[in-house]
């Protein structure tokens, strides 16, 4: 069965920086776009990055662009997020998503705290 | 970028109850909707895309329909189990949006 499983959240300092990982098992992972999709606490979803399943394309939220960067490597079906320069506001739970190719999110990981404080 | 609305922010209806659930775009999407579950503490889970078509595995107590601006989201007969947090998306325009929930509560 699909399963995506993230890692590498954390606290971290305001100006900061952290890497999530997220491992993919249970489908052909090369086939996918993935995204990133966050969730500060009691609020809504609010969809992060795009990575095409070959990585030849990436989309960023405007409210993370030039800070976070998008990845992959096929060949350890593992999808990366770099966050560099963070804020308190990119205190959230961050989800592993894959998409279908119409960019509707089929399934889930369980999701990683990050969390950004002095 | 498209605004996705939903309403109520709350529904509190009663188990064996049915519930609606309304999503609004701010520009056509055509059916590139789906609906999302939420339960406390869980990622979401996909329950309906293409604005009617169910999910794998999902009951037959969700249904969704609606085109274009508006959709809904019905579960015909409330179980205890489908007391969560519902989010409509669009996927119709990028960038992709999310609406911002609707909480079904026991009345």
């Known amino acids: 069965q699909v399963q995506l499983v993230e890692s590498g959240g954390g606290v971290v300092q305001p100006g900061g920086s952290l890497r999530l990982s997220c491992a993919a098992s249970?489908?052909?992972?090369?086939?996918?776009?993935m995204h990133w999709v966050r969730q500060a606490p009691g609020k809504g979803l609010e969809r992060v990055a795009f990575?095409?399943?070959?990585?030849?394309?990436?989309y960023y939220a405007d409210s993370v662009k030039g800070r976070f960067t998008i990845s992959r490597d096929n060949s350890k079906n593992t999808l990366y997020l770099q966050m560099n320069s963070l804020r308190g506001e990119d205190t959230a739970v961050y989800y592993c998503?894959?998409?279908?190719?119409?960019?509707?999110?089929?399934?889930w990981g369980q999701g990683t705290q990050v969390t950004v404080s002095s | 970028e498209v605004v996705m609305t939903q309403s109520p922010a709350t529904l509190s209806v009663s188990p064996g109850e049915r519930a609606t659930l309304s999503c609004r775009a701010s520009?056509?999407?055509?059916?590139?909707l789906a609906w999302y579950q939420q339960k406390p503490g869980q990622a979401p889970r996909l329950l309906i895309f293409g604005a009617s078509t169910r999910a794998t595995g999902i009951p037959a107590r969700f249904s969704g329909s609606g085109s274009g601006t508006e959709f809904t989201l019905t579960i015909s007969s409330l179980q205890s189990e489908d007391f969560a947090v519902y989010y409509c998306?669009?996927?119709?325009?990028?960038?992709?949006?999310f609406g911002g929930g609707t909480k079904i509560e026991i009345k």
């Open positions: 990575i095409r399943y070959d990585g030849s394309n990436t």
């Open positions: 520009q056509s999407v055509s059916i590139s």
């Open positions: 998503v894959r998409s279908d190719t119409l960019h509707y999110f089929d399934y």
């Open positions: 998306q669009q996927y119709n325009n990028w960038p992709l949006t």
């Open positions: 249970g489908f052909t992972f090369s086939n996918y776009g």
